[in-house]
């Protein structure tokens, strides 16, 4: 998975409760994103971060927001979980020369959640 | 409306068949293409990436690009039960080329059977 992690995989919550998702990448790569796949609606992007401490929304940001601190790390966090944000979320970063590369976005394993 | 459509399926072949797998779009400013591969429950991988009409050819796979008709599509030929996946088309246009925003239909279930 082109040296992504994300954590945790699993999580199950409950309404109104906050979650953080965490993305971790070994390729120092400076643009990362976060998007949730759900049945019918392909992939959708939530944020995006083009630098520490440099990010923007993306189609599906409301409720969510995210923090880059560090080059590896891309943190999204539910403020207040709500049903409707069960979904498995996708952190991807991209690809750095070459034109192919550098539209190429290499995805990490997935964490699927689930709010009650 | 949504810029890309892509039919979900399921599409269900037998082995060796020829599948077809499309999208529109309705954004004449993409520029860029592809198709990623999704098997279950694990993250898209990149299978073509073109930029231009015509076709293009890796293997089993060729990707073809019609811009005047805002239509792409992928073909696998000879195909194996190991092409099981969800295969999703993506697409970005020239001035989302400096954040490297993708947009993605919504993905086509295949199933190659035995």
């Known amino acids: 998975d082109a040296g992504i992690t994300q954590s945790p995989r699993h999580k199950v919550t409950e309404t109104g409760t906050p979650v953080t998702l965490r993305c971790h990448q070994t390729?120092?790569?400076?643009?990362m994103y976060w998007y949730r796949q759900d049945p019918g609606h392909g992939l959708r992007l939530i944020h995006y971060s083009y630098g520490v401490k440099d990010t923007d929304k993306g189609e599906v940001s409301d409720g969510y927001s995210v923090s880059r601190s560090k080059t590896e790390d891309f943190l999204l966090t539910l403020e207040s979980a709500t049903s409707s944000q069960t979904s498995v979320y996708f952190c991807?970063?991209?690809?750095?020369?070459?034109?192919?590369?550098?539209?190429?976005?290499?995805f990490g394993p997935g964490t699927r959640l689930t709010v009650l | 409306q949504k810029e890309v459509e892509q039919d979900p399926g399921p599409l269900s072949v037998p082995e060796g068949a020829i599948v077809s797998l499309n999208c529109t779009y309705s954004?004449?400013?993409?520029?860029?293409f592809m198709w990623y591969r999704q098997y279950s429950r694990k993250g898209p991988e990149l299978l073509m990436y073109t930029y231009s009409s015509g076709n293009k050819e890796d293997g089993r796979f060729t990707a073809q690009v019609d811009k005047s008709s805002k239509y792409i599509s992928l073909f696998i030929r000879d195909s194996q039960p190991s092409d099981s996946a969800t295969y999703l088309c993506a697409m970005i246009n020239a001035g989302g080329t400096s954040y490297g925003k993708l947009t993605f239909g919504q993905g086509t279930i295949l199933t190659v059977h035995p």
């Open positions: 954004n004449s400013a993409f520029q860029y």
């Open positions: 991807a970063i991209r690809g750095t020369s070459g034109a192919k590369s550098y539209n190429e976005q290499f």
């Open positions: 390729e120092n790569h400076r643009y």
